[in-house]
Nanobody, 120 residues
Framework: QVQLVESGGGLVQPGGSLRLSCAASGSILSLYAMAWYRQAPGKGRELIAQITSSGTTFYGDSVKGRFTISKDFAKYTVYLEMNSLRPEDTAVYLC??????????????WGRGTQVTVSS
């Protein structure tokens, strides 16, 4: 069974940096794309960064120039480097993967999330 597990969240001061990691495990045949979403209390889920197997990236307007997504798909892992963090970046950050499991069709998978809190 495929699982996505995030790590690296925590408490950071405004202007600080954090690096999130997400590793997918299981019987993975093909990994097409991975992404980071976030959800703040009382708000909807927001796509903040995505990267495909070919390396094409997408960033949400709220994080452009501050966050960088990268991958090591040989390890089924995606990273999110977050710089110049602001209090409004506080949220649960969720990892997403579009992949094909052995014996299955491509489908979406989600991690449980990691909390990022930006506060002085």
């Amino acid at each position: 069974q495929v699982q996505l597990v995030e790590s690296g969240g925590g408490l950071v001061q405004p202007g600080g940096s954090l690096r999130l990691s997400c590793a997918a495990s299981g019987s993975i045949l093909s990994l097409y794309a991975m992404a980071w979403y976030r959800q703040a209390p009382g708000k909807g889920r927001e796509l903040i960064a995505q990267i495909t197997s070919s390396g094409t990236t997408f960033y949400g307007d709220s994080v452009k120039g501050r966050f960088t997504i990268s991958k090591d798909f040989a390890k089924y892992t995606v990273y999110l480097e977050m710089n110049s963090l602001r209090p409004e970046d506080t949220a649960v950050y969720l990892c997403y993967g579009n992949l094909k499991e052995a014996g299955g069709r491509p489908r979406d998978y989600w991690g449980r999330g990691t909390q990022v809190t930006v506060s002085s």
